[in-house]
């Protein structure tokens, strides 16, 4: 069974540009996770999908941080415009009980 | 405020040794920890998971300690190996109101084994 993927694996890009994450979870996953981690800090959530609705954004850090999931599938997140400080590795996560799969993460670098 | 504090930050440990990583959390309501391993590249994977109200687990060479009235857990890792050598994150679990689903994690533990 294919894990979690996510795409880009890695993104560089400038200061207020735009960049789109993207994640396919577990096929049958209806919980889906993104999670950032900035250099040296934890990792920290920003939000819960339940199939294609959104749970819990509780975490996202402003308005220039959109996400999707389209028909309770693949997840996008998009950022726009990117800022310095939104570098890090983005993680996406998919459960269906309490154990979340994390994929190989998305390390963007805005320039 | 970081909600799960994790220590220490590194970690080396001759092969056979054991490794010791601590966590302590504040809220009482967590109902879940479980225990992250991620090598490098990779995203993190589950190693082991405890809930409060049992006070160890054991799976192999790795066994959670909990201590639910000191509110602090630690993660064991019995005759360490080189290829334990990852980084280790501890995690909990709010178990209330719309966050049940996200994890809360400490800010890693990076482990070296030298053979």
């Known amino acids: 069974e294919a894990g979690v993927t996510q795409f880009p694996s890695h993104s560089v890009i400038e200061k207020g540009q735009t960049v789109t994450l993207r994640c396919d979870p577990i096929s049958g996953h209806d919980n889906l996770y993104w999670y950032r981690r900035v250099m040296g800090k934890e990792i920290k959530f920003l939000l819960h999908f339940v199939k294609e609705s959104k749970q819990d954004e509780s975490g996202m850090p402003n308005n220039r941080f959109l996400a999707e999931r389209t028909g309770g599938t693949y997840s996008t997140l998009k950022v726009q415009p990117a800022e310095l400080e939104d570098s890090g590795v983005y993680f996406c996560a998919s459960s269906q009980g309490v154990t979340q799969y994390f994929g190989p993460g998305t390390r963007l670098l805005v320039l | 405020q970081q909600q799960v504090k994790q220590s220490p930050q590194s970690l080396i440990v001759q092969k056979g040794g054991i490794s010791i990583i601590n966590c302590a959390y504040e809220?009482?309501?967590?109902?879940?920890f479980p225990w992250y391993q991620q090598f490098p590249g990779k995203g993190p994977a589950l190693l082991i998971a405890i809930r409060p109200d049992v006070s160890e687990k054991k799976e192999g060479r790795f066994t959670i300690s909990f201590n639910k009235s000191a509110k602090q857990f630690s993660l064991h890792i019995m005759d360490s190996q080189p290829g334990d050598s990852a980084t280790y994150f501890c995690?909990?679990?709010?178990?209330?109101?719309?966050?049940?689903?996200?994890?809360?994690f400490g800010k890693g533990t990076k482990l070296s084994v030298k053979p």
């Open positions: 995690a909990a679990r709010p178990g209330y109101g719309g966050s049940q689903g996200n994890l809360i």
């Open positions: 809220n009482t309501a967590f109902d879940y």
